[in-house]
């Protein structure tokens, strides 16, 4: 069963920069596409980034396209989300996930069936 560990999370002043980790465990990491949703305090959760299975694709809600980026290190097992120029509406808990389908190109968010615990991000203005 794979395991999903988020960390990195924090305060930050507005137009800072953060960098949140997913250590994935359980799984043959380089065969699953991945990626990050969040939920802010009262609200749904809702899609942030994923990366394809091979690191080709990316795809990024818009709220945050060219301001975060997502990225794998398949030799560490890790996912990474770097986030700059960040805003007060960024704070929320942040969740990497994963697909439970082999070679996904991260674009079916359906497919992203497994959670980690999450980690804080809050953004003060």
């Known amino acids: 069963q794979v395991q999903l560990v988020e960390s990195g999370g924090g305060l930050v002043q507005a137009g800072d920069s953060l960098r949140l980790s997913c250590a994935v465990s359980g799984r043959t990491f380089s065969r699953y596409a991945m990626g990050w949703f969040r939920q802010a305090p009262g609200k749904e959760r809702y899609f942030v980034a994923s990366?394809?299975?091979?690191?080709?694709?990316?795809k990024y809600e818009d709220a945050v396209r060219r301001r975060f980026t997502v990225s794998r290190d398949d030799a560490k097992n890790v996912l990474d989300i770097h986030m700059s120029s960040m805003k007060p509406e960024d704070t929320a808990v942040y969740y990497c996930v994963a697909d439970e389908h082999l070679y996904g190109l991260g674009y079916n968010l359906q497919r992203f069936g497994s959670w980690g615990q999450g980690t804080q991000v809050t953004v003060s203005s």
């Open positions: 990366i394809s299975w091979n690191g080709t694709r990316e």
